[in-house]
């Protein structure tokens, strides 16, 4: 399936298919007989999540969560606002926050922050992709689907002002779709 404005496929449907399934097969290991809740980011990192739950073989509560940074994203000194809390508590739960990409980190830091003051047992993160180099604060993502250079990428949850979200695959948009 081929769109005009994707000049390049990064990861192909197979390869992403490939590699969530590999991803939930080692969450299913690493939390055997945990009380586990997958945080799925809206809107991003929703088509990951629900691809992930399902391949981890273990019995576990899916939640999703909204949130927007304040200001300059290029500051760290923004917090996260919350457009939509999760709906169950996480108190004493093994919380492992789905999202699509890690780029700079700054928001995810913050939502750390926040879900850390609600005494869950654990907060991990498993990123479906990491920009190389991108990174502006000290983040540690305990699943990392692949790494992808910096560019600006749409498809399989990613997005270009709202769009490209329900490509299959994940691939660089064409630049003269935003200049
Ligand atoms: P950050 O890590 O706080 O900078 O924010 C990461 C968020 O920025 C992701 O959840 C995406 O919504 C968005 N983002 C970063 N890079 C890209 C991209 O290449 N394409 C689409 N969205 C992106
Ligand atoms: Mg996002």
Redesign the pocket.
């Known amino acids: 399936m081929n769109h005009p404005d994707i000049t390049e496929v990064v990861l192909s449907e197979q390869q992403l298919k490939e590699r969530v399934a590999q991803m939930g097969s080692q969450i299913a290991q690493d939390y055997a007989g945990k009380d586990l809740v997958v945080v799925t ?1 809206l809107r ?2 929703a088509i990951f999540a629900t691809d992930l739950v399902r391949a981890i073989d273990l019995p576990l509560e899916l939640d999703f969560m909204a949130v927007s ?1 304040y200001g300059n ?1 290029t500051t760290s000194s923004g917090r996260v606002r919350i457009l939509k809390d999760l709906s169950s508590s996480i108190e004493g739960k093994h919380v492992l926050i789905a ?10 830091s913050h939502l750390i922050a926040v879900l850390g003051h609600r005494n869950p047992a654990s907060i991990e993160i498993a990123a479906l992709l990491k ?1 190389q180099g ?1 990174q502006k604060v000290d983040i540690s993502c305990k699943y990392v689907g692949f790494d992808c250079p910096d ?4 498809g399989y949850g ?3 002002a709202e769009r490209y979200r329900n490509l299959p695959y994940i691939g660089v948009l064409d630049p003269k779709v935003y200049a």
Do not use: H, P, R
Not at 99 to 108: P, Y
Not at 151 to 154: G, N, P, Q, R, Y
């Open positions: 980011i991003g990192g940074s994203s999202e699509d990409i890690l780029d700079t980190g700054i928001t995810l920009k991108t560019a600006f990428i749409v990613l997005d270009y």
